[in-house]
């Protein structure tokens, strides 16, 4: 009989949590949002899990729940009821915008959503 005796009776040990720079997700997303590019790709190539990258072009792109509709005009409205959020339809897509947002990282994300 042999006996086996694990190193951790709690499983395996847990990794550190990685934290991404807001300049790196945008970088990141901007590339994955390129015409014809892979997603899965790209995220394999910096070393997350494409779960991840999805995630992070919803945040940055903003989401919307589904079954809920965007304006197809292409305009430029504020969320009903707050003044501090624009957004924009680009295509189909809607961006969302809080007064937070640093000017120079919401055009990358323009960009993106246009190239895309």
């Known amino acids: 009989m042999i006996e ?3 190193d951790r009776l709690d499983g ?3 990794q550190l949590r990685r934290f991404w720079s ?4 945008a970088t990141a997303v901007e590339q994955a949002c390129q015409p ?5 790709a790209i995220a394999r190539q910096i070393g997350i899990l494409p779960s991840q990258l999805y995630r992070w072009r ?3 792109l903003g989401s919307e729940e589904p079954g809920q509709a965007a304006p197809a005009d292409g305009s430029q409205s504020a969320a009903p009821g707050s003044d501090s959020v ?7 897509i809607v961006v969302r915008a809080g007064r937070h947002v640093e000017e120079a990282h919401l055009q990358r994300v323009i960009r993106a ?3 895309a």
Do not use: H, Q, Y
């Not at 014809?36 to 899965?40: E, L, R």
């Not at 624009?86 to 189909?92: K, L, N």
């Open 86 to 92: 624009v957004e924009i339809v680009i295509g189909g």
């Open 113 to 115: 959503v246009r190239s």
């Open 58 to 60: 919803r945040e940055l």
């Open 22 to 25: 807001d300049e790196f997700k």
């Open 36 to 40: 014809g590019v892979n997603m899965s």
């Open 4 to 6: 086996a005796v694990p």
């Open 12 to 14: 395996s040990p847990r």
